[in-house]
């Protein structure tokens, strides 16, 4: 029965015609054609036939050409070594695509001082680099010797005796590196704010120091370190912005009184300050540039401004060397026209208040030639 099944087959055209044959000769021929062709296509214009291949290629080279990216380097401060840890790590350590002896050689030329001597007898092998990976870690990686060095720093800041917006900036720049280093170590400073504002706040000047107070004004609430902080960064701001923008009296678009010929008597009795031979000499900061120019004057809140004028004997109607009661000049504020300087002028006052708090403040100064104009009166 199957030899007779077998000879149907035979005679089926399908077979006996070779039809799977032929298609393969015609596949292959065809397939060797394609090839061909493309060869040739490729040959011709090769600049419109880039791989995908050679796109990653491409890339990779594009950023070869960027800057190299420089080693850390690590000499035993405990302070330096979490940075260090994490990007020797990262960059060498954790790279699979260097040899451990690769890693040996670089973790040796990152090294100096106090770290480098502990790998220094360690010779560069394949094998020894996970040693001296060991040893740093087990020598640097303490806890508590890491913590203590933060809150070293933080308790170390020194005062800061004059106005200075480096010194200001240096403090909350530590400030925020320890606190970030304290909490990489899974130390939680969110509860120290009252603590470090109360230190902090006392390091600042005086000036300082009292302008922070003045800025708490009747809140009974304890400040946080990010209100301190951005009390500082804008104090900061302000003086070097004073710094860069206010010039001595000789450039006369600074002066803020206006020159005439009906105000050359003022302004010769306001040069009556101390002069050295650069010209006027500041009551206050002893620079070339009077008082109403002075940074360390205008950055003062209002009655520390009023405080420094009395302490310095001048006149507070023209910032002069004398006494209001001679005061030469006819100018006035220029904000309410009371006698008084315009960087003494008070806002929050009305006017009335104003001129009430300058005679107060003058009346003693005032007071002979106060009492002769009343009987001239009479």
């Known amino acids: ?102 890693k040996m050689h670089y973790l040796k030329t990152c090294l100096k001082g106090d770290a480098a001597r502990l790998v220094i007898n360690l010779k560069v092998t394949e094998n020894t680099f996970s040693i001296a990976w060991k040893n740093l870690v087990s020598r640097y990686e303490n806890k508590r010797v890491l913590i203590s060095a933060q809150l070293d720093r933080l308790l170390s800041l020194k005062p800061i005796k004059s106005k200075s917006a480096q ?52 809140s009974t609430s304890y400040p946080t370190l990010k209100e301190f902080e951005e009390f500082v960064i804008g104090h900061t701001r302000a003086w070097e912005s004073l710094g860069s923008s206010i010039k001595p009296v000789k450039d006369k678009g600074r002066s803020s009184w206006p020159t005439n010929k009906s105000d050359t008597k003022s302004r010769s009795m306001i040069a009556t300050a101390p002069t050295t031979k650069g010209g006027v000499e500041c009551r206050l900061c002893k620079s070339a540039h009077y008082l109403f120019n002075c940074p360390t004057y205008l950055s003062q809140p209002l009655e520390r401004r009023k405080r420094t004028v009395l302490k310095l004997n001048l006149c507070f109607n023209c910032l002069g060397s004398h006494a209001a009661n001679r005061c030469p000049s006819s100018r006035r504020c220029r904000k309410c026209s009371y006698k008084h300087h315009t960087t003494l002028h008070d806002d ?31």
């Open 1 to 102: 029965m199957c030899q007779a099944h077998s000879e149907v087959i035979e005679e089926e055209s399908y077979i006996k015609h070779r039809i799977y044959e032929r298609c393969q000769e015609f596949y292959v021929h065809a397939k060797a054609v394609l090839l061909e062709q493309r060869e040739t296509i490729e040959t011709s214009n090769p600049s419109s036939c880039l791989s995908d291949a050679l796109v990653p290629e491409i890339r990779v080279s594009s950023r070869r050409n960027l800057p190299k990216i420089s080693l850390p380097a690590f000499s035993g401060d405990y302070h330096a070594w979490r940075s260090f840890h994490d990007l020797f790590a990262s960059m060498v350590g954790e790279n699979d695509d260097l040899t451990n002896v690769e």
């Open 167 to 218: 010194e200001l900036n240096t403090m909350i720049a530590t400030v925020t590196e320890s606190l970030g280093a304290l909490e990489a170590l899974n130390c939680l400073t969110s509860a120290w704010d009252p603590l470090l504002v109360h230190q902090l706040s006392r390091l600042l000047d005086e000036d300082t120091r009292e302008a922070w107070e003045v800025k708490l004004g009747p």
């Open 348 to 378: 929050r006052k009305s006017h009335l208040k104003s001129v009430n708090k300058t005679d107060s403040d003058t009346s003693t100064i005032n007071a002979p030639s106060s009492s002769a104009s009343n009987s001239e009166q009479k």
